[in-house]
């Protein structure tokens, strides 16, 4: 549930509330992708390497082959594609 209303509050701009919703999600369940893909996105935007990375290496680890990996995977950031 935390993880949707994540995706919700960054779909409509709320990047403070999705961020906690988010960070909420994850802690609650570390196999929350979504809370995963929200958090990558907003530090991603932001420019903050080192969360952007480590977020989007769980949401891989966790759905390696849907949509939202390969969106992750077009934006060829070198550090996750080590392995």
Do not use: C
């Not at 958090?39 to 952007?52: D, F, N, V, W």
């Amino acid at each position: 549930m935390a993880a949707f209303l994540a995706d919700i509050y960054y779909q409509r701009g709320q990047i403070q509330k999705a961020k906690e919703w988010a960070q909420t999600a994850t802690r609650l369940d570390a196999d929350a992708a979504l809370g995963w893909w929200v958090i990558g996105l907003i530090a991603y935007e932001t420019r903050q390497k080192a969360e952007y990375i480590n977020a989007f290496r769980n949401y891989l680890r966790i759905s390696p082959n849907d949509q939202k990996a390969k969106n992750i995977r077009q934006l060829r950031i070198r550090e996750l594609s080590e392995p």
